[in-house]
């Protein structure tokens, strides 16, 4: 939060510009005041001669001094009228001067101190003290998911979302507290407390927290806001730090609002010295994920899916795996969630799965590849086209391609899943509803959307020889499945004794742990080739996708989010 440098040169002139002005004012008033005294003196003369020659019938005044009693007249009235007109520039500079000032001192659309503001107000507030056993505790505030009100509803009812905020915190901000917007949706208010009670801090981010958290009602639009609280004591403020005081106390702040961000919106958290580090990691990890997708760190890992009637290998799924130089190879769940915040998943998704159907080609063709799909990549309209467009580059079968979608994805636009599904069904690929049973599908959707496969989560699968309430969910599954005429795949099969207690419900496919971890490319075509399960030179078959256009419709990469083991 660096503030940011003023301009010097209005400084430089504006000394000059008044002095210029002070000076033009003073002639103007000696040129009406010599004018006033000429009158005066005139007058005196021409005035007498006159009213006698009108009422006497003498001889008419002096023609020169008559002149002369004219021209003061005009100048006095010329001069008033100047003095008034530099009067009001005077004024009305006054007022520009005024409103300058306002709008370098607060935020023109809530009427907060702005950044700058309060970096130097919360400076003088840090250089003198808080007093005895008291402090200063800045409280960082933003509002959660502020990007898509303005997506979805405009920005006139994003600014009327901001202005309405801004109101709430006056209300119930303490009087002496400093409040100011910093810009986008971010806001912080400074104030001093008792050491000894840092509790009533805590009262009032909940309060904050709790008041700020109603609907926001603009043109008949309502719009439901959360905030995301983090609070740091000028206690914490250290040398040891390139940045002023008060830039490391908001730092601080911010710190610990995007810790309660990441623990789940809508709370607050005061600062705590692991937080930075957990940041700095943070940072990194953003960094080497960028860096990674142009190394090609990134690789595709297959899990094999085994067919639990015949015990006979039917395909893979494809999962993430990043072989990061510093940290070792990790698992999707520490960088897909990442990646898809800083907006690289499509990127690395392209590259994943483009690999995975150049590895797949070198397969039995009966064998099949499942991918996972994020609900963000569901949220792009051209999905279905940049699949097509990847399985006709690689000439890949559509019909050995599986695209698992979870339930999340069909809270957001049910529609466009819809229609999204039935594109890619109705050119061969197959699509299953993934981790069934922990989301919110209802029957009906299940019903109106053209799944190929439901799969069971894990979570259930694995305590089903130990927990009687994953057995009778199981069953439940099982039961409705058929009645839907949709076949299961089970994952997460660590052992024996689960695989003998899916292999009662009938036929399904499954995956696990039983079966080997997930391995790469090289090791499964090894694993392969030992069966006789590779592909035959010459006799890879193409993929079919009718010349509509689809295939050069869209641009870029999907954005599939795999999931960990």
Known sequence: MQEPVPDPKPAVREPRTRAARGGRDLVTLGIAFAAIVLFVATAGMVLPGIVASISHGGSPPDVVLTNALLLNIALIMLGWHR????????????RSEREARRL???DDLTGCLNRRSLAA????????????NRALAAIAIDLDNFKQVNDLNGHAVGDAVLRTTAERFRHILPEGASLARLGGDEFV??????????????????????????PVVHNDIAVDITISIG???SVHVGADTNQSPAQDLMHKADIAMYHAKKKGKNRFYWFEPPMENELRFRNELEAGIRRGIQKGEFLPYYEQQIDLDTGELIGFEMLARWDSPEMGMLGPEIFIPVAEEIGVIAELSEMLIEQAFMDAREWDPKLTLSVNISPVQMRDPWFAQKILKLLVRQRFPANRLEIEITETCLHENIGLVRSMITS???QGVKISLDDFG???????????????????DRSFIRELTNEEQSRKLVE??????????????AEGIENEDVLNALKRWGKMKGQGYHYGRPEPAAKVLERLATNGRVAVAGSAEIAEVPANGQDDTASGGSEAGSRAV
Do not use: W
Not at 121 to 132: C, D, I, N, R, V
Not at 438 to 454: E, H, M, N
Not at 476 to 489: R, Y
């Open 83 to 94: 003095y008034k007109g530099l009067t009001g520039e005077i004024e009305a500079h006054r």
């Open 121 to 132: 107000e919360l400076e003088a507030m840090l250089a003198k003290g808080a007093g005895k």
């Open 476 to 489: 439940a599954i099982v039961s409705m499945s058929d009645g839907l005429k949709l076949p299961i795949t």
């Open 424 to 426: 890619l069904r109705n």
């Open 189 to 214: 208010c400074v104030l001093r407390y008792d050491l000894d009670r840092p509790e009533r801090v805590d009262m009032l981010a909940t309060r904050l927290v709790e008041q700020v958290a109603r």
């Open 438 to 456: 922990t989301g919110y599908s209802s029957l009906s959707q299940l019903r109106s959307l053209p799944f190929d496969r439901l799969k069971i």
């Open 231 to 233: 609070i740091a004591s």
């Open 104 to 106: 370098a001192d607060y």
